[in-house]
C-alpha cells in the first residue's frame, strides 16, 4: 500500500474512532435521576473511559492514559501482568511513538455490572499502525476483543483489568519488530510459562481461573502434573497465588490459580462471602478440572494452599483421592481455642458469630449483604483491624481486584470452622513450610501431630506476609514446594 492509501486507511479508522470515542448522556449532573438513568450514565462514563484510553495513546496524551487506569492493572496481551500505570505508559510510550500513527477503534461494547461499583465490558476492536517507507508495507491493522473491568472509586470509574484477544492481522504485520527497532527497545524476553485462560463450574456458578503452563515444550503425549494454587482469606488469584503459580509452572507444573466463588472475576453471590464450605467445594471442582484437562495427568494432582487456604486443601484432600500431595505455606489452622485466642476469646467469638448471623437474616431477608472492610487501620468493625502492609499497599496486596471487603454474614462459618478436624484423615503426603513469626504456628505444629504420617515441616524466617510477597522467602518456599511435588508426583 503505497503512502497515500496507508494515510486514507488511517483516516477511516480515525472517523471510526471518534463516531465511537465520545459517548454522551442525557442525563445532566445533579438532576433527579432513577436507577435505569444512574446506569445509564455509569455506562457511558464506563465506555468513555475504556475510550479515553485508546484515544490518549493514539494522540500521544499519556497523562490522558495513566488517569484512565486504577492504582494496579491487569494488562494481558497474553500473559497477565500486574502493573502500574506508569509502568504501562513506560512500555506502550516508546513502541506506539515509533509509529508515524496509530488509531484504535473501538465498537460493540457491552457493558454490564457485577455490582454498583464493579463493572466489565467487552467489545471489538480495530487498530491500524502506519510506519512509512517500510519495506513489505506500510500498514498493519488487527482486529479482535478487548474485554475490561473497571471499578468505581472516589474519581470515578478507574479500568482495573484489561486484556487483548487478538483476531485477525492484515497487512505487514512485521511493523511491530520495526517499530520496536526504530524505538531502541529490545526484543520482549521469553516467559517461562504461558497461560490459559480458563472457566469451570462450581455447584452451577462459573469460576475464572488462569492455567499457568510450563513454557519449554513437552514430548508428545506427555501429561503434565498439575496443581491448583490458593491464597490466604479474602484474597483473589492475582494475590499470592499468581507468584506462586509463576514458579511452579517455570519448574514443570500446570498450576492453575482462580478466584472462589464470589470474589475477583467468579461469578457467585453474595460477593465476599468467606465460606470455608464454599470454598472447599470450589476446590474440589477445580480438581475435578485439572482432572478432566487434555494435558494434564489426572494421576498426579496437588494442592497447594498459602494461609487460610491451607485448611480448606487440607479438607479436600483428606476425602479425595484424587489429590496425591499437598502443600502448606505459612498455614492458618484454627479450631475453636485457637479462634478465641486471637478474636478477644469466647465473648469476641460470640459477638462477631452474633453480628453474622444477623446480616444473614438480614441477607434473607432483603438480598441485601452488609459489608466492611477486610483491612483497616482505624475501623473497629473491619475483619483485620491494624498495620497490615501487605493488604493497605497497593504497590502490594491492595490491588483494584481485590476490593478489600468482607461479607459480615461471613463470621459464623468463619470462626466455626475447624481447620485441625481434617489432620487425622489426611493421607496425602504433605510439606508444611511456616515460621514461627507467621500466623498461629501453633495450629501448624497440631495439624503435624495429628496426622497419621508425619508430614514434612521447614522452618524458615519471616513473619506472615514475608511468605505473600517478599521475593527472597517466596523463592525459598517455591523451592521447597518444587522438591516436594517432584517426590510425590512422579512419573508414573
Known sequence: MNTIGARAAIAVFALALSACGSPTSAVQPGAQENPMQNATRDRAAIVETIHNVARGADLR???????????RVVLDYGVPELLTPEEIVSRWQPLLSAFDSTQHAIRDEQVSFVDADLARVRSRFQAAHHLAGAAGGELWSLAGHYEHELARGASGWKVTRMRMIPGESTGNAALLERARERAGLAAPRAPEYRVEHVRFPSEGAALVGVLHLPARAREEGERLPAVAVLGSWTTVKEQMPSLYAQRLAAAGFAALTFDFRGFG??????????SPARKIEDIRAAVAFLSAHPALDAG?????????????IAAEAADDPRVKSVVMVAPWLHDAALAASVYGGPEGVADRVR???????????????????????????????????????????GIPQWGNRFAVMSWPGWLEFDALASAPRLRAPTLIVHSEEGAIPDGAKRFAAAMPAAPRVVWMAGTQFHFYDDPATVDRASQEAVGHLRATLAAR
Request: hydrophobic share 35%; proline share 3%; charged share 25%.
Open 300 to 312: 498426579r494432582l496437588g494442592l497447594v494452599g498459602v494461609c487460610a487456604s491451607s485448611g480448606y
Open 355 to 397: 453480628q453474622g448471623r444477623d446480616a444473614r437474616a438480614r441477607f434473607a431477608a432483603t438480598g441485601e449483604v452488609s459489608h466492611v472492610p477486610a483491612v483497616s487501620t482505624t475501623d473497629s468493625s473491619a475483619a483485620m483491624v491494624g498495620q497490615f502492609d501487605y493488604y493497605l499497599d497497593v504497590r502490594r496486596g
Open 61 to 71: 496524551q499519556w497523562d490522558a492514559v495513566r488517569s484512565a487506569f486504577a492504582g
Open 265 to 274: 472475576e467468579s461469578d457467585g453471590a453474595p460477593r465476599h462471602e468467606e
